[in-house]
């Protein structure tokens, strides 16, 4: 049985999913995208070949395995994109929570039973069908609390890229009553990736030992924002450029608090993390990122080490 611990996202990681891209099926039609960046992709007749997107995964498997990383892998099925392990479900505490994500992705569930029936039952709990909640919305801090990015106007469902709504803050403190939720309103749009925001790790990620990658056009209240930046310290956070949030790069996955892996691709970042003492890995996902995500939500954390 796998003993669940995730208190952070920076603990040194011991057991993590990762998805796979081995088939992905053919290319949705512009009107089936339900991202902004998987739409841009689409709307530029740039979507990936199979080949380059399992390449890219395969390698950041291997990258982790390397590392001492036990890296399990949902069942493979033809004709589905599975690359983003982190959406169906996250892990607070000794706790797994199976997500409700959207209709268009509810068969990528059952690639996981078996990975699923390594974990105690008891320790497993399926949100209600009223809550919506996706794992990249989901970050934990290392005081305990746990930052929810989510969508919280009536229009909800008007917006594919709305993933988290009001239900989960309630259904969180219903399961962590010692825990702090603080609801971050992320702005919303479904065609243009330069505005809209998918999930929270697409526009924050804690690091390393007290800092943080932020976009600070990314929330509906620019006070959240600041709220962000109070929380780490102005001299602890790298501020993106919206050219860099269309590119992902708070979208990191840290191995240890001393030690992360990033996009090949994101220089001016590297830099600013090995000015702070990090230890940075590289590998390319620029053909990944093209689908609306990168190495975190790739990634679905079981067990780090404290």
């Known amino acids: 049985m796998i003993d669940l611990k995730i208190l952070d996202e920076v603990g040194e990681l011991d057991t993590v999913v990762a998805g796979v891209a081995f088939h992905n099926g053919e290319p949705p039609a512009l009107e089936e995208a339900y991202d902004a960046k998987t739409y841009h992709t689409i709307l530029h007749d ?8 399992d390449r890219e995964v395969e390698a950041f498997v291997s990258l982790m395995e390397r590392e001492g990383v036990t ?7 033809r004709g589905m994109q599975q690359i983003f392990a982190r959406d169906v479900g996250f892990v607070i505490g000794d706790t797994f929570v199976r997500a409700n994500i959207i209709a268009d992705r509810e068969q990528e569930m059952k690639a996981y039973d078996a990975i699923w029936s390594q974990i105690d039952p008891d320790k497993i709990v399926t949100a209600p069908d009223y809550v919506s909640v996706e794992g990249g ?5 290392r005081d305990g609390r746990i930052l929810l990015g989510c969508h919280l106007t009536t229009d909800f469902d008007r917006y594919s890229t709305a993933r988290t709504n009001k239900y989960a803050i309630g259904f969180l403190k219903s399961l962590f009553p010692e825990r702090e939720i603080i609801p971050l309103q992320l702005i ?3 065609h243009d990736p330069y505005r809209g925001v998918l999930h929270l790790d697409c526009a924050f990620q804690p690091v390393g030992e007290g800092l943080a990658i932020i976009f600070p056009g990314a929330f509906r209240h620019y006070s959240d924002y600041e709220f962000l930046v109070s929380l780490f310290g102005p001299e602890s956070v790298f501020s993106i ?65 404290y």
């Open 241 to 305: 450029t919206r050219e860099e949030f269309f590119e992902m790069n708070t979208n990191i996955f840290s191995l240890s608090p001393q030690k992360v892996i990033i996009d090949s691709a994101f220089a001016r970042l590297k830099g600013w993390l090995e000015a702070r003492g990090l230890e940075v890995l590289t590998t390319p996902y620029r053909e990944v990122s093209k689908l609306g995500g990168l190495l975190r939500c790739t990634t679905q954390p079981l067990v780090r080490r």
């Open 188 to 190: 919303k749009d479904d």
């Open 137 to 141: 919305d989901v970050t934990l801090l």
């Open 46 to 53: 740039q979507y990936p070949l199979d080949e380059d997107l």
């Open 71 to 77: 890296v399990l892998r949902p069942g493979r099925h």
